[in-house]
């Protein structure tokens, strides 16, 4: 029985049992791999992989369990009561205890000398730039793995494979002496290139933490991208955080509101609807609308915010001003059977397929049978739909390259560890919203809105910047509150763009929060400073041989911005009301006038509490016309000189009090 023993252990199972054997002393180590860099579109370093030290136990030949944690703790962040519960527990296998060690903390534990406890280099994520771009980049985890944004989306391509080392060991898990070893290298990751420049990508920065401090907004955002690519060339959001000491922030501040956020854009929508009314063939520059103090549709009333009351006005007028009630009857003339397949054909509604987690789709109404009438008015003028930011900026970036919306994409490049390259992601067309006509005479109407319209203060001398506002009410509890959203989305040279920003502050706490006053100003630096930097050159303007001058748009200028404006431009000028802002201006912004024509300033703060009648003005003279309106409250807007022959509203219109109301004078 014995030898019958011994031959079935020997010859039959003596394959398996050698096996074992030899897995019992082979004890293996796994061997991280470096993880992949990740770089700007220069190449410059935003993340890359540094060996830190770390300590790990084994358990089982640990001595002393409560001497060891006893000596080991002061060192650790861990107390002395885990320790011993942790080098308790027998295990066969290593246990980390802490990664990320300084030099002295782990030299530290070295001298201590303690059985069973060991000290490594372990690859461990770095950020040299620190905050920049870091809602971009996202963060990584101890273990070499990706947990927020390109990280965490690319990380089959960082992380890289493992390798191995097993050693012969004994059971106290000691070498034994001429023992087997084997050795798997672990494979580096690959590096990432970003399309993100880091120079836009700081000046970006720069100006929206000044702006989101000096309006005490809750949060500002700009976006800046490549129009004819596609390219994302900086995702800059305020506040922001380190990458390095991610731990010290919420969730909520790390996440990239760019992609995985949505809000009502209001008037920035304008564009979208211009676009579609022009490419049907129902609108021009010259066609004109009514617009009054109100217009009822659908069982509701759409009007301006600020209680604005326009007459008749152009269509090229509408988008100059931002008329709310021009865009509604736009959005209703096409109803939602035709309005609503251009609004998904420019990227709403749907998510573009940008290489980054968390993208949402936004939100938009599906066209039904009746009962709609008032969602798609307000849809007109961007209230009742949801868009991502990336979303709203690349629509307009199918504006500003002729017709053709484009991917939007994060990464260009990726290469070896060596340098060499593996991929290079290229430009691809998801579709043609507009025809290329189309899109010209929407980018001509937004280049209006810079130079006549409310926009006037994102315009930068010699680049032709084309844009659009938007003043935005925040739902809160179902109803729109108090809060405001100001943005402004804009791409320029007008003609051949190099890039387009969007510029959004959350919620600001300023006496005015319009996107005009507010984001304008910051896109113009941001605008000015990136193309400077990538050297597209200014165009000259030309100098008029004639006695004549265009007037400057002060509209929403202060009273000191208005005067020093129109000052340099060699204007003199009156003002008439007590507001704080300029809501007026004649002659009207662009109008080729005379040289040292007088330029009136109307301040009149609206009152949209206490509507009046406009009286008939027909057959005054211009004094008398100017009085009579006057004396209900009223301002005058004069064209022409001599007897008043129209008015625009009509005798008989109410208006709320501070309303202009432009009068025609003929000889």
Known sequence: ?????????????????????????????????????????????????????????????????????????????????????????????????????????????????????????????????????????????????????????????????????????????????????????????????????????????????????????????????????????ANAIYPTFDPNYYQDVSAGRRRNVAITDQYEPGSTFKFVTAAASIDLGLTYNERTFESGSYWEVGGGRVRNSDGRVFGSISFLEAMERSDNITFAKLSAEMGPERFHPYIRNFGFGGRSGVDFPGEIAGMVATPRLSGQALQWANTGFGQGIAVTPLQLLNALCSIANGGNLMKPYFVREIRDSQGRLIERVEPEVLGQPVGSSTAVQVSQLLRS??????????????????????????????????????????????????????????????????????????????????????????????????????????????????QARLSKAGFPWTMEGDGTLVTAQTPKPGARVPVQTTVHLFFYEQDQGEEVEVPDVSG?????????????????????????????PGAGTRIPKGSAVEVVFRL
């Open 449 to 562: 809105v810079v130079v006549n319209g409310n926009g006037n203060r994102a315009d930068v001398a010699g680049y032709y910047v084309a844009g659009k506002t938007g003043t935005a009410e925040v739902p809160e509890g179902g109803v729109y509150g108090s809060g405001r959203i100001a943005s402004f989305v804009g791409f320029a040279p007008v003609d051949d763009p190099a890039l387009a920003v969007l510029v959004i502050l959350y919620s600001p706490k300023v006496e005015s929060p319009y996107g005009g006053v507010l984001a304008a100003p910051v896109f113009k630096e941001i605008m000015e400073e990136s193309l400077e930097y990538l050297g597209v050159k200014r165009r000259q303007e030309g100098q008029s041989r004639t006695p004549f001058a265009l007037v400057p748009n002060v509209s929403n200028f202060t009273k000191e911005e208005a």
């Open 1 to 233: 029985m014995l030898i019958g023993r011994l031959g079935y252990l020997q010859i039959y199972k003596g394959d398996d049992l050698s096996d074992r054997a030899v897995a019992q002393r082979m004890r293996p180590q796994t061997i991280d791999a470096q993880r992949g860099n990740i770089l700007d579109r220069n190449y410059n370093t935003l993340a890359i992989s540094v060996g830190a030290d770390a300590v790990y136990a084994l358990p089982n030949s640990v001595r002393d369990v409560e001497g060891t944690a006893r000596q080991l703790a002061p060192f650790l962040p861990i107390s002395e009561a885990e320790l011993t519960k942790i080098l308790n527990t027998q295990s066969t296998t290593s246990v980390w205890l802490a990664r990320g060690l300084s030099v002295e903390t782990a030299e530290a534990i070295r001298r201590l000398g303690l059985p069973g406890i060991r000290v490594t280099k372990r690859p461990q994520r770095y950020y040299p730039q620190g905050s920049l771009a870091a809602h971009v980049i996202g963060i990584a985890g101890s273990d070499n793995q990706g947990l927020e944004g390109i990280e965490y989306y690319y990380d089959e391509t960082l992380k890289g494979t493992p390798g191995q080392l097993a050693v012969e060991k004994d059971a106290t898990q000691r070498s034994i002496p001429g023992g087997d070893s084997e050795f798997v290298p672990p494979t580096a990751g690959h590096d990432i290139v970003l399309t993100i420049d880091s120079v836009i990508q700081y000046v970006s920065e720069t100006h929206i933490q000044e702006a989101v401090i000096s309006s005490k907004s809750d949060r500002g955002l700009v976006l800046v991208m490549d129009p004819n690519t596609g390219e994302i060339l």
């Open 620 to 648: 005054m003279s211009m004094r008398d016309a100017s009085t009579t309106l006057s004396d209900l409250g009223l301002r005058i807007t004069v064209v022409g000189s001599g007897i008043a022959a129209e008015q625009s």
